[in-house]
T-cell receptor
Framework: DAKTTQPTSMDCAEGRAANLPCNHSTISGNEYVYWYRQIHSQGPQYIIHGLKNNETNEMASLIITEDRKSSTLILPHATLRDTAVYYCIVRVPLMNYGGSQGNLIFGKGTKLSVKP | SAVISQKPSRDICQRGTSLTIQCQVDSQVTMMFWYRQQPGQSLTLIATANQGSEATYESGFVIDKFPISRPNLTFSTLTVSNMSPEDSSIYLC?????????FGPGTRLTVT
C-alpha cells in the first residue's frame, strides 16, 4: 500500500501557484519524498525529490516540514500544460539500498486541473 | 537522465494470444522495472529485471503469465501471455538513474 495521503483533486487558476499537499506520517529516516506527474496517456515524469531540506528546480519547489510527516509541492506559475495527476511517493533510492525496497509504490495521486 | 523507448506503442490483440513488449534505454542501467496501469487506475509494479538474473515478481504476478527477458544492460522485454480482456492496460518500463526514476511512454494493450 502507498505510504502517502493526497487529496483526490484540486483546481488552480492559470498563472497562479499550485500547492499540492501530501501526508506521509509514517516516513522512515532514510526515506526520501519523491514527486512525479502523469499527463494523460503518457508515462510518469519525475519532478523533484528531497530528504529533509527544501528543494527547488526548474519545474517546482518541494517544502518538507521539519518533522518530515508532510510536504507540499509548489508549481509557482501553473499553466494549462501542468494539468496532470501528481503522485507523492516515499522511498529509499535504489543507490542507497538496492532491491525491491527502493521501488516506487504509486497511490492514487492528486488530479490537478489548471483552468484559464 | 535516461531516454526510454517502447515498442509497440499500442496493440489490439485477441484473447488467448501473447504479446511481447520491448523496452530500449539509451544508457546502461542495472535494474529495469515493468509496471502495469489498468484503466483509471494508478501504476502497479509487475517485476524488477536485473541483467543476468531471474526477474523478481511482485505479489499477484507470476513468471508464466509475464515472462521477462533482460539480455543486456540497455534492453528488456515483457511478454503478456495467454491474454484475456482483464490484461487490457498500459504497460510501462522504467529505469533508475542517479536517484531519479524514468519511465517509457508506455504500451497501450487492448484485448478483445
Amino acid at each position: 500500500d502507498a505510504k502517502t495521503t493526497q487529496p483526490t483533486s484540486m483546481d488552480c487558476a492559470e498563472g497562479r501557484a499550485a500547492n499540492l499537499p501530501c501526508n506521509h506520517s509514517t516516513i522512515s529516516g532514510n526515506e526520501y519524498v519523491y514527486w512525479y506527474r502523469q499527463i494523460h496517456s503518457q508515462g510518469p515524469q519525475y519532478i523533484i525529490h528531497g530528504l529533509k531540506n527544501n528543494e527547488t528546480n526548474e519545474m517546482a519547489s518541494l517544502i518538507i516540514t521539519e518533522d518530515r510527516k508532510s510536504s507540499t509541492l509548489i508549481l509557482p506559475h501553473a499553466t494549462l500544460r501542468d494539468t496532470a495527476v501528481y503522485y507523492c511517493i516515499v522511498r529509499v533510492p535504489l543507490m542507497n539500498y538496492g532491491g525491491s525496497q527502493g521501488n516506487l509504490i504509486f497511490g492514487k495521486g492528486t488530479k490537478l486541473s489548471v483552468k484559464p | 537522465s535516461a531516454v526510454i523507448s517502447q515498442k509497440p506503442s499500442r496493440d489490439i490483440c485477441q484473447r488467448g494470444t501473447s504479446l511481447t513488449i520491448q523496452c530500449q534505454v539509451d544508457s546502461q542501467v542495472t535494474m529495469m522495472f515493468w509496471y502495469r496501469q489498468q484503466p483509471g487506475q494508478s501504476l502497479t509494479l509487475i517485476a524488477t529485471a536485473n541483467q543476468g538474473s531471474e526477474a523478481t515478481y511482485e505479489s499477484g504476478f507470476v513468471i508464466d503469465k509475464f515472462p521477462i527477458s533482460r539480455p543486456n544492460l540497455t534492453f528488456s522485454t515483457l511478454t503478456v501471455s495467454n491474454m484475456s480482456p482483464e490484461d487490457s492496460s498500459i504497460y510501462l518500463c522504467s529505469v533508475e538513474v542517479s536517484d531519479e526514476q524514468y519511465f517509457g511512454p508506455g504500451t497501450r494493450l487492448t484485448v478483445t
